[in-house]
Structure formats: structure tokens, C-alpha cells
């Protein structure tokens, strides 16, 4: 539905009739004069994207620390090096990619060693061919993308 809706011409100002029109009934009404536009902070994904690459890599990577002290409470010091060394990657869009996926799978209830496996080669799968329909990674890069536009309309 997402996707039928973003292709129609009139979206950005439907977006925005809802969003004020929301406000609205909830007793916000917006200066005179200026749209919804005014007060909603833009968002570049690619500067993003780029300063998270260029932090240092201990700053950037924290999200396998995170992981390594929840893992920590569930198995061996041996496993988390092999699940960590399973998620990491020289993208760390595709780490951070990877690490969602990881935290899903344990949610439901998936043996955490064979999950990072299966991570680890649906990264390399989305790695070899992004356009993969089957793959993991790209569904999930594709929502990221649609949330990332729809972000932008604002």
C-alpha cells in the first residue's frame, strides 16, 4: 500500500494533510502562514550514512559491545566470538543490518550460532546480488529506503 501510495503525484500533500490535520484535532495549530514543513528537522541519509562511517571504529561498532553484553547471559565466551565474528563485515551498514536480523531471530527463539550463520550468508548473498528478491538484507534495506523517503517529503 506504501508503495502505491508514494508513487501517486499528490502524496507529499496528502502526507501532509494528514500530519496536520492530526495536530489539528489534538489541539496544535501551526503559526499563520507557515506549513507543516517549517517545524520537522530534514534528513540527509547519505551525510548520515557517511559520518557513521567515518567515526572511529570502537564508537561505530558498539552495537556488537551491546550485543556482546546481552550474549554474555545466554552462552560461552567461545560462541559470542564466533556469532560476533559471523555478524561483522567491512560495511557497517550491512553490520548494523545484520545485528537487527541477529537480535529477530533471537527473539524467536532460533539457536543463535546457526542464526548468525544463516546472517552471514544472506549478507553474502545480498553482497553478490543486491537485487535479490529472497534476501534478507534487502528487505530489510528496502524499508529502510522507504522510511528514508518518506522522511524526506517533509
Not at 119 to 135: F, G, M, R, V
Not at 138 to 147: P, S, T, Y
Request: glycine letters at 2%; aromatic letters at 12%.
Amino acid at each position: 500500500m506504501d508503495e502505491f501510495l508514494r508513487r501517486n503525484d499528490k502524496y507529499n500533500e496528502f502526507i501532509r494533510g494528514i500530519c496536520q490535520n492530526r495536530l489539528k484535532i489534538n489541539g496544535i495549530i501551526l503559526d499563520e502562514g507557515k506549513q507543516i514543513d517549517y517545524y520537522i528537522e530534514s534528513f540527509d541519509c547519505d551525510d548520515f550514512l557517511e559520518k557513521v562511517k567515518s567515526k572511529k571504529v570502537s564508537y561505530a561498532k558498539s552495537y556488537f559491545n551491546k550485543l556482546t553484553d546481552k550474549l554474555k547471559k545466554k552462552v560461552s565466551k567461545n560462541e559470542i566470538d564466533t556469532i560476533i565474528s559471523n555478524l561483522a563485515s567491512n560495511d557497517i551498514l550491512i553490520d548494523r543490518t545484520n545485528v537487527f536480523l541477529f537480535y529477530r531471530k533471537w527473539k524467536d527463539g532460533k539457536d543463535l550460532s546457526q542464526a548468525s550463520l544463516d546472517i552471514k550468508q544472506s549478507a553474502l548473498d545480498y553482497l553478490s546480488n543486491p537485487q535479490n528478491e529472497h534476501s534478507s538484507h534487502k528487505k530489510v534495506l528496502d524499508k529502510f529506503k522507504r522510511d528514508r523517503r518518506s522522511k524526506q517529503y517533509f
